[in-house]
């Protein structure tokens, strides 16, 4: 079963590793609304709608979830999909993975693996992330510090939580070799993991109100944190463009000042002569 924020590649993970075209969005679909089942072979995967899409439809999403959960009845591992382009584990989806938590229960950790989309293994891609200090363990310790402070005193550690990077967009109705070898990787991890008994999840309806209004909490803050944090980039962007800009400016100077001098020197060359 796949979980996580909208937009996160959720959908786009499982037809890669199902290799089944029924999970592709339609055409200017901004992310999965039903849970969707798709059994290939001995494996069943799961989609489920993304929470904190900003639309207000959390608590009908939790709704979905909880009762195809009930219905499915177990499952053996909850793959929480996370975008390696966002480095930020913003409120908003910190929110988000502790409503799963709280849906599931605690126990659930020790079924969840944690999967990064957009990792590209491009060389491009793999000179910025140098430049800009991100590896691997620097992106898996930001989540996995997290679920630490989700997990009950007895209940399993997340330190040794398995986590999955790669691009596992198919091109050309594939998908790259080294994904190929991860996506390979992910199917075999399946069998490794016990049953999870899904049957026990709570019923959101019965809390609905409490629910609700958390949601309208969460969504709010997550709306403004994104602006502020949209205006902060543009801010830098603008600091950025200005500094080139006066770099550039000081450059002219010195390079009209530097031909100023060189006519007069020839100048009075000239006169010299």
């Known amino acids: 079963m796949a979980i996580g924020k909208t937009g996160n590649g959720k959908t786009q993970l499982l037809a890669s590793l199902s290799g089944c075209g029924e999970f592709k969005p ?6 999965t609304n039903d849970v969707k089942c798709v059994s290939v072979g ?4 799961i989609d489920t709608p993304g929470l904190g899409d900003s639309s207000g439809r959390d608590t009908t999403t939790l709704q979905k979830i909880a009762g195809a959960c009930r219905e499915i009845g177990g499952v053996n591992t909850i793959a929480l999909v996370m975008s390696s382009a966002s480095p930020r584990l913003d409120t908003g989806l910190q929110d988000a993975i502790k409503l799963y938590v709280e849906l ?18 491009t060389v491009e891609a793999e000179r910025e992330r140098l430049e800009e200090g991100v590896t691997k363990e620097t992106r898996k310790r930001v989540i996995v510090d997290f679920l630490k402070s989700l997990q009950s005193d007895s209940g399993p550690s997340v ?6 990077f790669g691009d596992f967009k198919r091109y050309n109705n594939c998908v790259k070799e080294p994904d190929r070898d991860t996506l390979r990787e992910l199917n075999n991890s399946v069998a490794a993991f016990p ?11 019965t809390n609905i109100d409490a629910v609700t209004d958390e949601i309208a909490r969460v969504t709010t803050r997550n709306t403004e944190e994104e602006k502020a944090h ?4 543009e801010a830098e962007q603008r600091e950025i463009k200005e500094a080139k800009a006066q770099k550039q400016r000081l450059a002219d100077q010195h390079r009209k000042e530097r031909e100023r001098k060189n006519k007069a020197l020839k100048e009075a060359k000239k006169k010299e002569e």
């Open 159 to 164: 330190d040794d939580i398995p986590c999955y």
């Open 195 to 205: 049953e999870y008994d899904l049957r026990s999840v709570i019923d959101v309806q």
């Open 104 to 121: 599931f229960g605690k126990r659930v950790l020790a079924n969840m693996i944690i999967v990064f989309t957009r990792w590209q293994s």
């Open 26 to 31: 339609s055409v200017g679909s901004r992310g």
């Open 230 to 233: 949209k205006e902060a980039q």
């Open 42 to 45: 001995d494996i069943m995967y």
